[in-house]
């Protein structure tokens, strides 16, 4: 099975969504939290959606994505706005159909990479239509 999106989400922006961030820095494993070491909150809209009015989020299905990270059942942001570049992660529109890939450029040709060896690569050639978004 490749990586298809499951469900597109729109980010809901009336909210925000802060959280404690500790002074103390963590070298390794995790302190004890405590209300002396907050400095401040953070708002996770604010620090992981940079363009609002181009930001959806995805969620995924499948095993092509592997060696990426991306597992069955993640969440993806994704930001239309950004040029995708050579080697970037992106979802993709083929032929109508949502996925999520690697893409590899090259000499001209452009394809849509798995990151599981299982699949092979898709090249993007006459008759595919294709509509990527940075991820």
Known sequence: MSNAVLTIIKPDFSATLARPLFLS?????????ADDYIEETLDLNQHLI???????F??????????AGIHD????IVD???????????VAVVNGEF???????EKGKSWLMSENEKYQPTEMKDG?????WAW
């Open 73 to 76: 059942g993640d969440l993806l």
């Open 99 to 105: 996925t999520v890939k690697r893409i590899k450029k």
């Open 25 to 33: 820095k963590v070298p390794a494993g995790f302190p004890s939290p």
């Open 128 to 132: 595919r239509r294709v509509r990527d």
């Open 50 to 56: 940079k363009h609002k009015a181009a930001t959806f």
């Open 80 to 90: 239309r706005s950004l040029e995708p570049n050579d080697k970037s992660v992106v």
């Open 58 to 67: 995805v969620r995924v299905t499948g095993d092509s994505m592997l060696g």
